[in-house]
């Protein structure tokens, strides 16, 4: 597949041969320079602006059984909620799974376009396309794009013929593979819970329950995560959503309030 | 990140039939990162006067023992209690001081004057007062908080009702706001006794 390098080709013109004294003066190779004080520096004040903070919980990580992949549902715009019920797990076909991390609108288009092009290599191969391959051509599209201020921290899981697979590609160019992941600013608070209950071989329910735990964990102690936590298990025969649980009430469903006991209580004095 | 929006914050105040209610969130925050989920933003100057801080916590608590220590002397001189809008006088004259080096601090002032009267105020945080009939609102959910008291408030309400209405304009407010929430903490005093009371809210 042709590598997109649109986004490296030169924006000055070649500087031509200067023999046209002819064609009266050739003028200089010049580009649209932007009318701006800072040059060099207001390109990166201009995506600072744009770039959404990664503000999010995802994580995916391979055992036994399959793959299990968890979100949180918030989005959020600095310090306002915009919204509580966002799908962060995005069905690219019925095998695959991607989660959405950082600008939900780059993350949205670009795994649908995954998706389109894994049909059509479907098609033209009269086969399924791998993760390995799937992630390949994420990575190559986001990596044409390096600079340009896309926001995408995204993991491509899926279960194809060599079995679970679970690669995780974002917006610098990186695509890395492994067994554990988790993205988004309440990365490190679900990282503690999942690196301490993981073992490979689990049940789907109990890596379940450890996917829900890590997020409701990563919704309590981030300030960007929220809202619902959804699990999703990816097994032989694709994609299947587990549950989705509302933070909220997991959170006085693993820590009831208990009615506190009464040191001393003040009572009716008969008679006084 | 804004130095208003560091520690996160909510804070309402509600005037009801010879009551009122104050009522804040319990997050202390760095940015997103959540540290505590009991932190008391608002404080007691006598029996009939409440005050909260929101903004930066470290300020609010240094202003809260400046604020204790001159009561304290008022009291010792003037052997009674300060009207809350004395106090709300002193607040405000004492955030002027530091002009030019504000304490980043918005307080929120709740107390029953004479005869009774509810009294609310809030300011900013070099001084300037802001009185109201009804509600006050502070803190990083502010916005959400000035739209749901406004369609929520009613006037003279009993203790009762007005402890529901707070409770409600609260948990909405702050569970569109990343910064504050976590519970609740609500106030309700009227000439006779003061009523305190947790919340229980979203833990996201």
Redesign the interface.
């Known amino acids: 597949m042709k590598l997109d390098t649109s986004g490296l080709e030169s924006a000055v013109p070649v500087w031509g041969a200067p023999s046209e004294l002819v064609d009266g003066f050739s003028a200089a190779p010049s580009f649209e320079v932007p009318n701006t004080t800072d040059f060099d520096g207001f390109q990166k004040d201009a995506i600072q602006m744009v770039k959404p903070a990664k503000?999010t919980t995802t994580l995916a990580f391979i055992f036994k059984e399959g793959v299990m992949v968890a979100a949180?549902s918030?989005a959020?715009m600095g310090?306002?909620?915009s919204s509580?019920s966002v799908k962060k797990i995005i069905e690219i076909n019925p095998y695959m799974l991607g989660t959405m991390a950082g600008g939900a609108a780059d993350c949205q288009f670009w795994h649908r376009n995954l998706g389109i092009k894994c049909r059509l290599h479907e098609l033209a191969n009269k086969r399924r396309i791998s993760v390995t391959g799937a992630s390949k051509l994420l990575a190559n599209i986001l990596y044409s794009y390096r600079g340009m201020g896309l926001s995408v921290g995204t993991m491509i899981a899926g279960w194809d013929e060599t079995g679970p697979g679970l690669y995780y590609v974002d917006s610098e160019g990186g695509r890395l593979k492994g067994m554990r992941f988790s993205v988004g600013?309440g990365s490190p608070y679900a990282y503690g819970v999942l690196d301490n209950g993981y073992r490979y071989d689990m049940s789907v329910e109990e890596a379940a329950e450890l996917a829900r735990r890590s997020i409701y964990h990563a919704?309590?102690?981030?300030?960007?995560?929220?809202?619902v936590a959804s699990v999703y298990y990816v097994g032989p025969n694709g994609w299947k959503k587990l549950s989705g649980d509302d933070?909220?009430e997991l959170?006085?469903k693993y820590y009831p309030?208990m009615p506190s006991t009464v040191e001393q209580e003040m009572v009716e004095v008969a008679g006084a | 990140m804004q130095i208003f929006?560091y520690n996160?914050s909510a804070l309402v105040a509600m005037v009801g039939k010879n009551c009122f209610a104050i009522a804040s969130d319990r997050r202390l925050?760095v940015?997103?990162?959540?540290i505590a989920t009991d932190f008391q933003r608002i404080s007691k100057i006598h029996d009939r006067l409440f005050f909260g801080l929101s903004g930066l916590a470290t300020d609010a608590q240094t202003l809260y023992q400046r604020l204790v220590f001159r009561h304290k002397l008022y009291q010792l001189r003037e052997e009674r209690d300060m009207k809350p809008e004395t106090f709300a006088n002193l607040v405000s004259a004492i955030l002027y001081e530091k002009r030019f080096g504000p304490y980043f601090c918005q307080p929120v002032i709740a107390g029953l004057g004479d005869e009774d009267k509810p009294f609310i105020c809030t300011m900013d945080s070099i001084g300037a007062k802001e009185l109201a009939k009804d509600f006050v609102v502070a803190g990083?959910a502010s916005e959400s908080l000035y739209g749901a008291c406004e369609s929520m408030f009613k006037e003279d309400m009993e203790p009762e009702e007005l402890f529901e209405t707070v409770s409600q304009a609260l948990l909405s407010s702050v569970?569109?706001?990343?910064?504050s929430g976590w519970g609740g903490h609500v106030y309700v005093v009227t000439p006779t006794e003061v009523k305190e009371r947790i919340l229980?809210?979203?833990?996201?």
Not at chain 1, 219 to 227: H, I, K, P
Request: with cysteine; charged share 25%; aromatic share 8%.
């Open positions: 503000g949180d918030r959020s310090g306002y909620i509580q600013s919704t309590f102690r981030d300030g960007a995560s929220g809202g933070v909220g959170h006085y309030v | 929006e996160g925050g940015q997103l990162q959540t990083t569970d569109r706001d990343c910064l229980k809210g979203r833990m996201d």
